[in-house]
């Protein structure tokens, strides 16, 4: 059975029309900023080292990341963004993550941003404000849809707000920050999003991880309360109407998507970091095997012998395999969009599990690429070792791991009916 077939109609009402299909691949906009990116490879990799031991990415990258538009792959046009739809997304985030994947990430994190036109017009507008002069991302997420998300109560014109959220990647440098909350009404849980600035919560110094290290994804907190007016507030049961009318307000593919087809888009930026650093490990790995020398064989490089050769087409299958799950999706994405058209939800789950095998092929060759060149590889100044340990922490992200993911699409597949969950492993609530 083809997976991405049946599309369904997801705007019954009057919505943006339709637009004539241009054939997949990136727009000229995307390959202009992937270049462009690519161009910072070596600034890229020479500043990784120095941007882990700060645990974000030093301001000579940022800004040079920020130069590029990388930081506004999802806003709108108005604003100075691109609006990018899954492929483009996918082309640049790989193309920043072939050089350092806590630098793709930042993109992907960025990426989120769309989650603030959601909120009032009053909030979208003190944000838009200031995202002209801002280096870097203009808002970020933390414990959005987490188990555990701050506190709140009602005030008469707002919310008195504590809490600690986690995982706020890019929060060194961002201007806002969305986060979950909870509050009462009528004796009942009531979970919502809150729009709160940087001076109104602390930044922790608990970013020291194995990988992804300057990728800043510190906890923020607010440890007295914090007054967030009623307009930065936004319920989660109104998410799915605010965001549903972005189409009529802004233009770009990342406004036309459908819900499943956002939540696709969205696991194709965050895949496509181990694509990019799958892509960036391979040509290390053919530099590196024809300049080094085999520790106990007579070889006169690594590259010359056969047990590297048989890696080397071995992992450039593996790479060549993901990136065509990823693109087709990314391509599909694209096309339902213009047509008007979502996933179902069996789709939906069935092609998130074939994004996350795309990533798993990639670390998997980039795990093979590391111990096949061998010790050298551990030095912390080579990129060997950093896709290494950025692949594995990628791996062990909740919306990516294997198993879970292929237990979602395996009730799909053998007929069972499918866990009360929202696109990519999300429980409803």
Not at 34 to 59: C, F, G, H, N
Not at 355 to 370: H, K, P, R, S, T
Not at 413 to 423: C, E, I
């Amino acid at each position: 059975m083809n997976t991405l077939s049946k599309p369904v109609d997801f705007r019954a009402g009057p919505g943006a029309p339709p637009v004539d299909a241009p054939a997949p691949g990136p727009s000229p906009e995307a390959v202009k900023m992937r270049d462009a990116i690519m161009a910072l490879t070596p600034l890229l990799r020479d500043t990784a080292w120095q941007s882990e031991k700060e645990t974000a990415l030093v301001p000579e990258a940022l800004q040079a990341l920020d130069k590029t538009g990388f930081f506004r792959i999802t806003l709108p046009a108005a604003w100075g963004g691109s609006a990018f739809g899954a492929r483009d997304l996918v082309e640049v985030i790989a193309a920043a993550s072939y050089a350092d994947g806590s630098a793709g990430w930042s993109g992907f994190a960025a990426s989120g941003i769309r989650m603030v036109l959601a909120f009032s017009p009053q909030a979208v507008d003190e944000v838009s404000k200031q995202i002209p002069d801002w280096v870097g991302p203009a808002a970020v997420g933390a414990s959005i849809f987490s188990n555990i998300v701050g506190q709140a109560r009602r005030t008469s014109d707002g919310f008195m707000v504590t809490g600690k959220w986690m995982y706020g990647s890019g929060c060194r440098y961002a201007a806002w920050a969305v986060v979950g909350i909870e509050w009462e009404e009528e004796n009942k849980p009531v979970r919502g999003l809150a729009l709160i600035s940087k001076d109104q919560y602390e930044i922790l110094d608990d970013w020291h991880v194995m990988g992804m290290a300057a990728s800043s994804s510190n906890s923020i907190v607010a440890r007295e309360e914090i007054f967030v007016p009623a307009y930065r507030v936004v319920r989660h049961a109104d998410l799915p109407v605010a965001l549903g009318a972005l189409p009529q307000k802004y233009e770009g593919l990342t406004y036309r998507m459908g819900p499943l087809a956002t939540m696709l888009s969205t696991a194709l930026a965050n895949i496509a970091i181990t694509l990019g650093m799958a892509r960036g490990c391979l040509d290390c790995f053919i530099e590196q095997a024809n300049k080094r020398v085999p520790f106990n064989l007579p070889y006169e490089t690594v590259a010359a012998m056969a047990s590297t050769q048989v890696v080397a087409g071995r992992v450039h299958a593996r790479i060549k395999a993901a990136e065509a799950l990823i693109l087709q999706t990314a391509d599909e994405v694209d096309a339902r969009t213009r047509r008007g058209e979502d996933f179902m939800p069996r789709e939906e789950s069935l092609a998130t599990m074939s994004l996350v095998y795309a990533a798993n092929l990639c670390g998997e060759a980039i795990d093979e690429m590391q111990l096949c060149i061998g010790s050298s590889t551990v030095s912390l100044r080579n990129p060997i070792q950093r896709f290494a340990r950025d692949a594995r922490v990628m791996l062990t992200h909740g919306a990516i791991r294997r198993d879970p993911a292929a237990e979602i699409a395996g009730r799909h597949v053998l007929g069972l009916p499918p866990f009360n969950m929202f696109a990519g492993g999300l429980a409803q609530r």
